[in-house]
């Protein structure tokens, strides 16, 4: 039988196959600004949760995708939908930011304020009551999105900047049920 370490490390391999071959796309398709913003958070979240597993070489690489195709290409583009393109895009964004921040200070901070700025957007679509404007597939899109970039801004900055205060959001886990 295989150790945890064993299984850590085929996991952590597998996971870096699939950050490499994202990173060698020519671009994540910004014309779909959804597919950026999925690529993002995926790559933010592997680069976060991998770190200490990569060598140096696997960081830059994963790091310098997430600001080209990403990061600089939505600089001061935010989405101002408030559909749930929003928080795809700008939770996406926001999560990769995150992720590369240390490294990244010219960019990543512009990124992460232009995320916040724009979330709340799509966020007062649950006033006063928690409905939820689009059916309950794009809810639960919707939901993953925006739940993974507020618990990623609790973790990294020990807050979520009034984001979950908006009215409305206390009571968006009705929506499904109703």
């Known amino acids: 039988t295989q150790t945890d370490e064993e299984i850590k490390n085929i996991y952590a391999q ?10 060698s796309y020519p671009d994540w398709n910004p014309s ?12 933010g979240i592997g680069y976060d949760w991998l770190y200490d597993w990569m060598d140096e ?3 830059s690489l994963v790091r310098n995708a997430i600001v080209e195709k990403a990061l600089m290409v939505f600089e001061d583009r935010p989405n101002k939908n408030k559909n749930n393109w929003n928080p795809v895009v700008n939770g996406g964004l926001l ?9 990244e200070q ?5 990124i992460v304020v232009q ?8 966020l007062r679509c649950f006033a006063p009551d928690g409905a939820f404007p689009e059916a309950s597939g794009y809810f639960g899109y919707w939901m993953d999105y925006m739940s993974t970039a507020l618990s990623a801004l609790q973790t ?23």
Do not use: H, W
Request: hydrophobic share 50%; with cysteine.
């Open 115 to 122: 995320s916040i700025s724009e979330l709340p957007n799509a």
């Open 14 to 23: 597998r996971c870096m196959v699939m950050m490499e071959a994202a990173a």
């Open 106 to 110: 010219s960019i990543a901070p512009k």
């Open 156 to 178: 990294a900055m020990g807050e979520d900047f009034g984001l979950g205060d908006i009215p409305g959001m206390d009571k968006a886990g009705y929506f499904p049920i109703y």
């Open 32 to 43: 779909k600004s959804l597919n950026t913003g999925e690529i993002a958070r995926a790559m």
């Open 95 to 103: 999560i990769a930011a995150l992720a590369v921040a240390a490294q």
């Open 57 to 59: 070489s696997q960081r």
